[in-house]
């Protein structure tokens, strides 16, 4: 699979992105602790950034949740956290992007985006815990510092993928 350069919402970029949300739900679905979900969800928006686009990781990042308390996999008290939930996703995806496209030595604007995107992800739950949701204190601490460790483990985790896959790829494209 190469990187992003279909158009959004052409026959191939939605493919792409129903198949990287079909593989972020198996993770979801798989119904592992918080610390083995999260980074694996984390990692996958990312992924998908760079296969399909931000545009791609972000629509999967709005809709995991959503699917994820439908499904029963998201417990019941953190429904009003799924609004946050969401733009934590999407902030994460897009500054991730953004830092990517911006900085010219893709290692450097990988690194920044993923500590950016996972500080701004953090703040944005962490706020609404404290702010404005009514969570029972052991749901609202998962909404809080447990957030940033799993947006940076998944982004470690997607710049390790992502090397594996370039290398897998270059070398199918040369047999």
Known sequence: MEKSD?????????????????????????????M????????????????????GGVI?????????????????????????????NAVLVII??????LIKNKNAGSVTGLAIGAVVKFLTLSSAVRLLVSLPPPVAKAMQIPQLYTALAGGVIALIAEKVLDAAFKNSRNE
């Open 60 to 88: 999967i990042g709005l809709l995991t949740p959503w699917i994820a308390f439908m499904r029963g996999t998201l417990a019941p008290p953190l429904a009003p956290m799924i609004p946050f939930i969401m733009l934590g």
């Open 36 to 55: 083995i979900t999260g980074p694996a969800v984390n990692a996958m928006l990312l992924i998908s950034s760079i296969y399909a686009g931000p545009t």
């Open 6 to 34: 279909s158009k959004p919402f052409s026959v191939r970029w939605l493919t792409r992105t129903a198949l990287l949300l079909a593989v972020t739900l198996a993770f979801q679905l798989l119904g592992f602790p918080q």
């Open 96 to 101: 991730w992007s953004l830092c990517r496209m």
